[in-house]
T-cell receptor, first 110, second 119 residues
Framework: AQRVTQPEKLLSVFKGAPVELKCNYSYSGSPELFWYVQYSRQRLQLLLRHISRESIKGFTADLNKGETSFHLKKPFAQEEDSAMYYCALSDDFGNEKLTFGTGTRLTIIP | GAVVSQHPSRVICKSGTSVKIECRSLDFQATTMFWYRQFPKQSLMLMATSNEGSKATYEQGVEKDKFLINHASLTLSTLTVTSAHPEDSSFYIC???????????????FGQGTRLTVV
């Protein structure tokens, strides 16, 4: 069965410092990995997906199949980055059925 | 991005009654909708996948007779919690996806969620 692990429930980072939110997964096939973000009092929304290889709001994430990781990174944290971040995995059947990690609450300290 | 609307956002019901939650895609046709449940401080857990015009596919451990899902049109899916018990109290979230495009599919958009409290 597929699984997504986010080891940090809470993460506090000073403004301007680098951010790394960890995500590891277990899946036997070729998964698609996503990062979703939920800002205060807002709904869950897609931040980025590994196949698009984009940088969104300064965030990037590289899929490392050897380490089965998909860590989210940003070189310089901004206060508006404070939010709940979920890593998610979709199986290789292309049906977008998502398995979510438990989430990491990121707080940026001014 | 596209908008998915859930209604109601909050509902309180008595034990034994049924509650219906609606999920609508407002500006696109959703061929597939997903229903998730989230317990406090826990992750979203997929309950079922519904495709327009066909029966929903339930995840293991989810009672299909308890959580009735109907996806009668391309813009509306409903989740009915039947004979609700206090342990059904939770946060229910739907997401909707449009038709498959090129590559691995299209983005899923989430509703704002429904907080169900059964007393």
């Amino acid at each position: 069965a597929q699984r997504v692990t986010q080891p940090e429930k809470l993460l506090s980072v000073f403004k301007g410092a680098p951010v790394e939110l960890k995500c590891n997964y277990s899946y036997s096939g070729s998964p698609e990995l996503f990062w979703y973000v939920q800002y205060s009092r807002q709904r869950l929304q897609l931040l980025l997906r590994h196949i698009s290889r984009e940088s969104i709001k300064g965030f990037t994430a590289d899929l490392n199949k050897g380490e089965t990781s998909f860590h989210l990174k940003k070189p310089f944290a901004q206060e508006e980055d404070s939010a709940m971040y979920y890593c998610a995995l979709s199986d290789d059947f292309g049906n977008e059925k998502l398995t979510f990690g438990t989430g990491t609450r990121l707080t940026i300290i001014p | 991005g596209a908008v998915v609307s859930q209604h109601p956002s909050r509902v309180i019901c008595k034990s034994g009654t049924s509650v219906k939650i609606e999920c609508r895609s407002l500006d696109f046709q959703a061929t597939t909708m997903f229903w998730y449940r989230q317990f406090p401080k826990q992750s979203l857990m997929l309950m079922a996948t519904s495709n327009e015009g066909s029966k929903a596919t339930y995840e293991q451990g989810v009672e299909k007779d308890k959580f009735l899902i109907n996806h009668a049109s391309l813009t509306l899916s409903t989740l009915t919690v039947t004979s609700a018990h206090p342990e059904d109290s939770s946060f229910y979230i739907c997401s909707a996806r449009g038709p498959l495009g090129q590559g691995r599919g299209t983005e899923a958009f989430f509703g704002q969620g429904t907080r169900l409290t059964v007393v």
